[in-house]
């Protein structure tokens, strides 16, 4: 079993930055793939941005250039830095993490089997 546990989820004016970490704990061996989701209200869920055990990332095109994700393997956890945030960018996020077994690249949704409760982010203009 694996659980995750998001934090740094808040309010802030489009333009700024939020830090999202996701603490994983349980199984910790380095995991094939982890991630980072959103869903905004009557929106589906969107992949934002995932790492694979290699240390390939992949981003939404909607998030390119604005985002970075990243992982800590010493403190087993995954973060990401949201920079220049726009309205937009309104969800709540999502950390996941592979269910066992091998990732594709990118990965896809079913490649993750184990879901964190989500933080909240909220971008005002």
Do not use: H
């Amino acid at each position: 079993q694996v659980q995750l546990v998001e934090s740094g989820g808040g309010s802030v004016q489009a333009g700024g930055s939020l830090r999202l970490s996701c603490a994983v704990s349980g199984n910790t061996n380095r995991r094939f793939c982890l991630g980072w989701f959103r869903q905004a209200p009557g929106k589906e869920r969107e992949q934002v941005a995932s790492i694979v055990r290699d240390g390939r990332t992949t981003y939404a095109d909607s998030v390119k250039g604005r985002f970075l994700i990243s992982q800590d393997n010493v403190k087993n956890t995954l973060y990401l830095q949201m920079n220049s945030l726009k309205p937009e960018d309104t969800a709540l996020y999502y950390c996941a993490a592979d269910g066992g077994s091998w990732c594709d690249f990118p990965p896809d949704v079913a490649d993750f089997g184990y879901w964190g409760q989500g933080t909240q982010v909220t971008v005002s203009s």
